[in-house]
């Protein structure tokens, strides 16, 4: 949520309070004619205890960071939740190969993108029945053990989804309860600089100045508003295993606007708030790409430069490496790296004359480790790529290498 949605004001909390320090400072040494108007001593101190508590209340970035790592501690529960539930349904195929009805018992369908919620009901269902057919799956080495394992993952699980419930609720919560206090800060603040203004108005004009608050509906002397729009943001990128979209920050920013569109043309906001860091999934898989700008209440700066992210349920294997392991027989060693969520790997090849750019891509075989060692005829450019895969999708190709023997 926005963390300045409902204020009275438009300045940031931080400016909110060097001007209250400010116009305290004011009063403090106006006490003698402030007494005039029915402001004590005692008032002025009970402002400073004000201004002290707002200061100290948590602010919206600390409470963004706990959300975010909580956030990160349950993605990483869930993905090796489905890990282990996948294990369950490949352990059912082999044990009931005869009798699809029992099978699909240990089946989700879209594993991957399955909710949360449906992941934990899911894993509680495999492990009754896991458990009731127990004798059954003795042949592919499923154990009690292991299934009191997948149960405890899944409670840790749902442990880490309240967890990341309460980090939202709180600050959500802190948000509007800060947001009361600014207001009630606020217009305390006005009823000082109103008597201020009163009292120095044509007498004093550097007193006068002093007990002048802009409320950024144009310039203002706090700096929050500034006298121009923003800079364009840099470094807009997204962290893939959080799904956190970051950007610098700019000056004079008030508010960022992010927003994304599959072919650059229509957009669509995804977030308007004060922070540089926003977390979002998107809701469908394919390329998109993204840009951000700051405004203020001089109004919008400019875009950033656009930044592409095909998001995929199932990224393809990357850091593929071929190595000749014998020339004189054509064997080579391929390795590559793991993909969270992969059960088995697809690995293909397109063989052609020495020096040719590659062909049409045929398959080597499926594998369950990230690894392949084969023999290919001599005299030829072999081209090899890697697709990862598990009982619900398969990812894109991985980057091609080749090898000429």
Same mark, same amino acid.
């Given at each position: 949520?926005?963390?300045?949605?409902?204020?009275?004001?438009?300045?940031?909390?931080?400016?909110?309070?060097?001007?209250?320090?400010?116009?305290?400072?004011?009063?403090?040494?106006?006490?003698?004619?402030?007494?005039?108007?029915?402001?004590?001593?005692?008032?002025?101190?009970?402002?400073?205890?004000?201004?002290?508590? &707002?200061?100290?209340?948590?602010?919206?970035?600390?409470?963004?960071?706990?959300?975010?790592?909580?956030?990160?501690?349950?993605?990483?529960?869930?993905?090796?939740?489905?890990?282990?539930?996948?294990?369950?349904?490949?352990?059912?195929?082999?044990?009931?190969?005869?009798?699809?009805?029992?099978?699909?018992?240990?089946?989700?369908?879209?594993?991957?993108?399955?909710?949360?919620?449906?992941?934990?009901?899911?894993?509680?269902?495999?492990?009754?029945?896991?458990?009731?057919?127990?004798?059954?799956?003795?042949?592919?080495?499923?154990?009690?053990?292991?299934?009191?394992?997948?149960?405890?993952?899944?409670?840790?699980?749902?442990?880490?989804?309240?967890?990341?419930?309460?980090?939202?609720?709180?600050?959500?919560?802190?948000?509007?309860?800060?947001?009361?206090?600014?207001?009630?800060?606020?217009?305390?603040?006005?009823?000082?600089?109103?008597?201020?203004?009163?009292?120095?108005?044509?007498?004093?004009?550097?007193?006068?100045?002093?007990? %002048?608050?802009?409320?950024?509906?144009?310039?203002?002397?706090?700096?929050?508003?500034?006298?121009?729009?923003?800079?364009?943001?840099?470094?807009?990128?997204?962290?893939?295993?959080?799904?956190?979209?970051?950007?610098?920050?700019?000056?004079?920013?008030?508010?960022?606007?992010?927003?994304?569109?599959?072919?650059?043309?229509?957009?669509?906001?995804?977030?308007? !708030?004060?922070?540089?860091?926003?977390?979002?999934?998107?809701?469908?898989?394919?390329?998109?790409?993204?840009?951000?700008?700051?405004?203020?209440?001089?109004?919008?700066?400019?875009?950033?430069?656009?930044?592409?992210?095909?998001?995929?349920?199932?990224?393809?294997?990357?850091? %593929?490496?071929?190595?000749?392991?014998?020339?004189?027989?054509?064997?080579?060693?391929?390795?590559?790296?793991?993909?969270?969520?992969?059960?088995?790997?697809?690995?293909?090849?397109?063989?052609?004359?020495? !020096?040719?750019?590659? !062909?049409?891509?045929?398959? %080597?075989?499926?594998?369950?480790?990230?690894?392949?060692?084969?023999? &290919?005829?001599?005299?030829?450019?072999?081209?090899?790529?890697?697709?990862?895969?598990?009982?619900?999708?398969?990812?894109?190709?991985?980057?091609?290498? &080749?090898?000429?023997?």
């Amino acid at each position: 949520m926005a963390d300045d949605l409902g204020k009275d004001f438009k300045m940031s909390y931080a400016d909110l309070i060097v001007v209250c320090d400010n116009v305290h400072s004011s009063i403090t040494r106006d006490a003698a004619v402030m007494a005039g108007y029915g402001i004590t001593p005692l008032m002025t101190s009970a402002f400073k205890v004000k201004i002290d508590e &707002f200061l100290s209340y948590p602010s919206d970035t600390t409470l963004m960071t706990d959300l975010m790592s909580a956030t990160h501690n349950k993605n990483v529960l869930a993905n090796n939740l489905r890990i282990m539930a996948r294990t369950f349904g490949t352990r059912a195929k082999l044990a009931f190969a005869n009798d699809d009805g029992k099978y699909e018992k240990f089946v989700l369908k879209d594993l991957s993108h399955a909710t949360d919620g449906n992941l934990l009901l899911f894993c509680e269902r495999i492990c009754l029945e896991a458990t009731k057919f127990l004798p059954e799956f003795a042949v592919t080495g499923l154990t009690q053990d292991m299934i009191d394992d997948l149960m405890n993952k899944r409670n840790e699980l749902r442990t880490a989804m309240i967890v990341q419930e309460d980090a939202v609720k709180l600050r959500d919560e802190t948000a509007n309860i800060r947001v009361k206090k600014a207001n009630e800060l606020y217009r305390e603040l006005n009823k000082y600089t109103t008597i201020g203004k009163t009292i120095w108005y044509e007498v004093n004009e550097a007193l006068y100045n002093d007990y %002048v608050i802009y409320d950024y509906t144009g310039s203002s002397s706090s700096g929050g508003g500034g006298s121009a729009v923003p800079a364009a943001p840099e470094n807009l990128s997204v962290d893939v295993n959080t799904m956190i979209f970051s950007w610098s920050s700019t000056p004079n920013t008030q508010n960022y606007t992010l927003e994304k569109s599959v072919v650059g043309i229509e957009w669509e906001i995804i977030y308007t !708030g004060p922070d540089n860091f926003f977390m979002y999934v998107p809701e469908t898989e394919g390329l998109n790409v993204y840009r951000v700008k700051g405004s203020n209440s001089i109004g919008s700066g400019l875009y950033s430069s656009m930044m592409s992210y095909n998001y995929l349920g199932l990224p393809a294997p990357d850091y %593929v490496s071929i190595a000749i392991t014998n020339a004189s027989t054509g064997e080579v060693a391929l390795n590559w790296g793991e993909v969270p969520l992969s059960t088995f790997y697809k690995l293909y090849v397109s063989s052609v004359a020495l !020096g040719a750019v590659a !062909g049409e891509y045929v398959l %080597v075989g499926q594998y369950a480790v990230a690894s392949y060692t084969g023999i &290919f005829a001599l005299s030829q450019r072999h081209f090899f790529k890697v697709i990862a895969g598990n009982i619900d999708e398969e990812s894109i190709a991985s980057d091609s290498v &080749f090898v000429e023997l």
